[in-house]
C-alpha cells in the first residue's frame, strides 16, 4: 500500500473519530500531550526513523477520546488515538511517552500498510469498515461480543493485531525514539510493570491495550536489558510530577462525568489523611476536585479547592500555568464576576498582548472570556489573536469554531459562516463545510455584501473555498 493510499484511509477513520460522540479536543490535555509528542516526531526524524516522505504525506495526529478504557492505539496515515482512560493511569510523563513512542514507530516502520497489504483482497473501504468497528468493539466488552458474533470484527481484530516480530521492532525503536527525546528509559519498564499488574487482575476488558499488546516475558526482558548499565530496576511506579499528577486527574474527571464519580472527588479532598500524601498526589486530588466541582456547577467549591491548590503548588514553574488556567476556567463557568473582574482575568490571560506565542489553551480562554465580556475592542483583539493563530494552524477546528462564534457576535455574517466552514473541513467533513459556504453565498447574494471592497474580498474568499472544497469532497466520494 503506498503512502497516498494510507493517508486516504487514514483521512477516512479519522473523519469518523472526529464525528464520534466520545471524540474530544480538550485544550490544557492537548497541550499537554502535545508537548510530548512533538518531541518524540523530532527525535523520530533525528533517528531517521521518520523519513522525509512520511513525515509530509501523513498526518501525525494525535485524536483524544473520552474513554475511560486504557487504549492507545496507531491507524493508517499517521493518526494515533489516546483514551483518557490511558492518560489517567500513566504515573509520568515518561510513561506516556513510552507508548506513544512505540505506536509512533508501528507507523513510522510501515507495520500497517504491512497489514493491510497482507489482506490485499479486501478494498480500503472494507478495511476502514473494519478497524472502526474494532475500536468500537474495543470501547464497551459487552457491545463488542454482539459485533464480533456477527463476523466481519473478528477479522478486523486480527487486523489490528501486530505480529511478535513487530511488536518487537516497535519497542526498539519506540525505546530509541523516547530516549533521545530525553525521556527517561525506566518509562518504558515502568509502564510494561504496571501493564503487567493489570494483566494478573481479571481481565474486565479495561485494559484494550493489552490485548492489542500482549506481554510476553521475553518482550519485558528485552526492555529491561536496554536499561542503562547499573541502573537498578526498582518495581515501584515512577513518582509523578505536579503537573503530570493534576493532568491524570483532568484525564480522569473528563472520562468520567457521573454525578457520583464527580462528588466522589470532594470526599478525597476532604479526607483528614491527604495533606500526609505526596505534594503531587495532593496537587492531582485538589485539580480533579476543583474540576469536578465546576462540571457540578458549584463554583464555590470549585474556588476552595483552587486556592488549597494554588498554596500548594506555589510557584512550581511546570504546574503554576496549569493551576492558572483551572482558576480561569473555574471563573468563566461560574459567569459571575463582574465587568471589570472578566477585563481582568482577560488581561491576565494575555489578552493585552499582542504576542505571536500564545498557547492554545490561553488562545481558547481568551476567546471564552471575550464572549463573556462581549465590548468591541476585546472582540476584536481575540479575533486578531485567532487569525493570526490560524494563519499558521488552519487545520485547528476548534479555533476555527471559536473564531466563528466571536464573528457572530461582532454581526460578520458571512464571516462567521466561513469560519464554520472550516471548522468542518479540518474535521474532514467536506459535505458539511460546503454547506456552510453555500450558505455564504447566499448570504452574500441577499444582503448584497459585496458592494464594499472589504466584503467583496471575502465573497472571493468564499468562492474560491467553495471550488476547493468541492474538489476535496469529489475526491473523498471516489475513495468509496
Ligand atoms: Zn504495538
Given at each position: 500500500?503506498?503512502?497516498?493510499?494510507?493517508?486516504?484511509?487514514?483521512?477516512?477513520?479519522?473523519?469518523?473519530?472526529?464525528?464520534?460522540?466520545?471524540?474530544?479536543?480538550?485544550?490544557?490535555?492537548?497541550?499537554y500531550?502535545?508537548?510530548?509528542?512533538?518531541?518524540?516526531?523530532?527525535?523520530?526524524?533525528?533517528?531517521?526513523?521518520?523519513?522525509?516522505?512520511?513525515d509530509?504525506?501523513?498526518?501525525?495526529?494525535?485524536?483524544?477520546?473520552?474513554?475511560?478504557?486504557?487504549?492507545?492505539?496507531?491507524?493508517?496515515?499517521?493518526?494515533?488515538?489516546?483514551n483518557?482512560?490511558?492518560?489517567?493511569?500513566?504515573?509520568?510523563?515518561?510513561?506516556?511517552?513510552?507508548?506513544?513512542?512505540?505506536?509512533?514507530?508501528?507507523?513510522?516502520?510501515?507495520?500497517?500498510?504491512?497489514?493491510?497489504?497482507?489482506?490485499?483482497?479486501?478494498?480500503?473501504?472494507?478495511?476502514?469498515?473494519?478497524?472502526?468497528?474494532?475500536?468500537?468493539?474495543?470501547?464497551?466488552?459487552?457491545?463488542?461480543?454482539?459485533?464480533?458474533?456477527?463476523?466481519?470484527?473478528?477479522?478486523?481484530?486480527?487486523?489490528?493485531?501486530?505480529?511478535?516480530?513487530?511488536?518487537?521492532?516497535?519497542?526498539?525503536?519506540?525505546?530509541g525514539?523516547?530516549?533521545?527525546?530525553?525521556?527517561?528509559?525506566?518509562?518504558?519498564?515502568t509502564?510494561?510493570d504496571?501493564?503487567?499488574?493489570?494483566?494478573?487482575?481479571?481481565?474486565?476488558?479495561?485494559?484494550?491495550?493489552?490485548?492489542?499488546?500482549?506481554?510476553?516475558?521475553?518482550?519485558?526482558?528485552?526492555?529491561?536489558?536496554?536499561?542503562?548499565?547499573?541502573?537498578?530496576?526498582?518495581?515501584?511506579?515512577?513518582?509523578?510530577?505536579?503537573?503530570?499528577a493534576?493532568?491524570?486527574?483532568?484525564?480522569?474527571?473528563?472520562?468520567n462525568?457521573?454525578?457520583?464519580?464527580?462528588?466522589?472527588?470532594?470526599?478525597?479532598?476532604?479526607?483528614?489523611?491527604?495533606?500526609?500524601?505526596?505534594?503531587?498526589?495532593?496537587?492531582g486530588?485538589?485539580?480533579?476536585?476543583?474540576?469536578?466541582?465546576?462540571?457540578?456547577?458549584?463554583?464555590?467549591?470549585?474556588?476552595?479547592?483552587?486556592?488549597?491548590?494554588?498554596?500548594?503548588?506555589?510557584?512550581?514553574?511546570?504546574?503554576?500555568?496549569?493551576?492558572?488556567?483551572?482558576g480561569?476556567?473555574?471563573?468563566?463557568?461560574?459567569?459571575?464576576?463582574?465587568?471589570?473582574?472578566?477585563?481582568?482575568?482577560?488581561?491576565?490571560?494575555?489578552?493585552?498582548?499582542?504576542?505571536?506565542?500564545?498557547?492554545?489553551?490561553?488562545?481558547?480562554?481568551q476567546?471564552?472570556a471575550?464572549?463573556?465580556?462581549?465590548?468591541?475592542?476585546?472582540?476584536?483583539?481575540?479575533v486578531?489573536?485567532?487569525?493570526r493563530?490560524?494563519?499558521?494552524?488552519p487545520?485547528?477546528a476548534?479555533?476555527?469554531?471559536?473564531?466563528?462564534?466571536?464573528?457572530?457576535?461582532?454581526?460578520?455574517?458571512?464571516?462567521?459562516?466561513?469560519?464554520?466552514?472550516?471548522?468542518?473541513?479540518?474535521?474532514?467533513?467536506?459535505?458539511?463545510?460546503?454547506?456552510?459556504?453555500?450558505?455564504?453565498?447566499?448570504?452574500?447574494?441577499?444582503?448584497?455584501?459585496?458592494?464594499?471592497?472589504?466584503?467583496?474580498?471575502?465573497a472571493?474568499?468564499?468562492?474560491?473555498?467553495?471550488?476547493?472544497?468541492?474538489?476535496?469532497?469529489?475526491?473523498?466520494?471516489l475513495?468509496?
Amino acid at each position: 500500500m503506498t503512502s497516498a493510499n494510507e493517508r486516504r484511509l487514514g483521512d477516512r477513520i479519522a473523519r469518523e473519530l472526529y464525528r464520534d460522540p466520545d471524540y474530544l479536543d480538550d485544550p490544557v490535555l492537548a497541550d499537554y500531550v502535545q508537548g510530548i509528542w512533538q518531541p518524540l516526531l523530532a527525535a523520530a526524524r533525528q533517528r531517521g526513523d521518520l523519513s522525509a516522505e512520511l513525515d509530509e504525506r501523513f498526518a501525525w495526529q494525535i485524536l483524544l477520546g473520552r474513554d475511560r478504557t486504557v487504549n492507545a492505539f496507531a491507524l493508517p496515515g499517521g493518526y494515533l488515538g489516546l483514551n483518557l482512560g490511558l492518560l489517567a493511569v500513566v504515573s509520568s510523563r515518561d510513561e506516556l511517552a513510552s507508548v506513544l513512542g512505540h505506536e509512533l514507530s508501528h507507523v513510522t516502520q510501515r507495520h500497517i500498510s504491512r497489514l493491510i497489504a497482507k489482506d490485499s483482497q479486501q478494498t480500503p473501504w472494507v478495511i476502514g469498515a473494519m478497524i472502526l468497528g474494532a475500536l468500537a468493539a474495543s470501547k464497551n466488552p459487552d457491545a463488542g461480543n454482539a459485533l464480533i458474533v456477527g463476523g466481519q470484527a473478528l477479522s478486523a481484530q486480527n487486523q489490528l493485531n501486530f505480529s511478535r516480530d513487530m511488536e518487537r521492532e516497535a519497542d526498539r525503536v519506540g525505546f530509541g525514539v523516547m530516549t533521545q527525546a530525553g525521556f527517561e528509559a525506566r518509562g518504558f519498564v515502568t509502564m510494561f510493570d504496571k501493564l503487567q499488574q493489570a494483566a494478573r487482575l481479571n481481565d474486565s476488558g479495561a485494559y484494550p491495550y493489552l490485548r492489542s499488546h500482549p506481554l510476553t516475558t521475553e518482550r519485558i526482558a528485552d526492555m529491561q536489558s536496554r536499561l542503562p548499565l547499573g541502573s537498578v530496576h526498582s518495581p515501584q511506579v515512577m513518582t509523578p510530577t505536579t503537573l503530570h499528577a493534576m493532568m491524570a486527574a483532568r484525564a480522569q474527571v473528563l472520562s468520567n462525568p457521573g454525578v457520583d464519580a464527580l462528588r466522589s472527588w470532594q470526599t478525597l479532598v476532604n479526607d483528614p489523611g491527604l495533606p500526609g500524601q505526596p505534594a503531587a498526589q495532593q496537587a492531582g486530588a485538589l485539580y480533579g476536585a476543583a474540576l469536578a466541582a465546576i462540571r457540578l456547577r458549584d463554583s464555590a467549591v470549585a474556588r476552595g479547592d483552587w486556592q488549597r491548590l494554588q498554596a500548594l503548588v506555589g510557584t512550581d514553574p511546570g504546574a503554576a500555568q496549569a493551576v492558572r488556567w483551572l482558576g480561569a476556567e473555574i471563573d468563566l463557568a461560574a459567569r459571575d464576576l463582574s465587568l471589570p473582574q472578566t477585563r481582568a482575568l482577560a488581561t491576565s490571560l494575555g489578552l493585552d498582548q499582542t504576542t505571536a506565542d500564545l498557547r492554545r489553551p490561553e488562545l481558547i480562554l481568551q476567546a471564552q472570556a471575550a464572549m463573556q465580556i462581549n465590548q468591541v475592542d476585546t472582540l476584536n483583539t481575540v479575533v486578531q489573536n485567532l487569525q493570526r493563530w490560524l494563519a499558521a494552524r488552519p487545520k485547528d477546528a476548534l479555533a476555527w469554531q471559536w473564531l466563528a462564534s466571536l464573528y457572530a457576535a461582532q454581526n460578520q455574517s458571512l464571516r462567521a459562516l466561513r469560519a464554520e466552514a472550516e471548522a468542518q473541513a479540518a474535521r474532514l467533513d467536506y459535505a458539511g463545510a460546503l454547506d456552510r459556504l453555500k450558505a455564504a453565498q447566499e448570504h452574500v447574494l441577499a444582503s448584497g455584501a459585496s458592494s464594499t471592497s472589504a466584503s467583496h474580498i471575502d465573497a472571493s474568499i468564499v468562492d474560491t473555498r467553495l471550488r476547493q472544497i468541492t474538489a476535496l469532497l469529489k475526491e473523498q466520494t471516489l475513495d468509496h
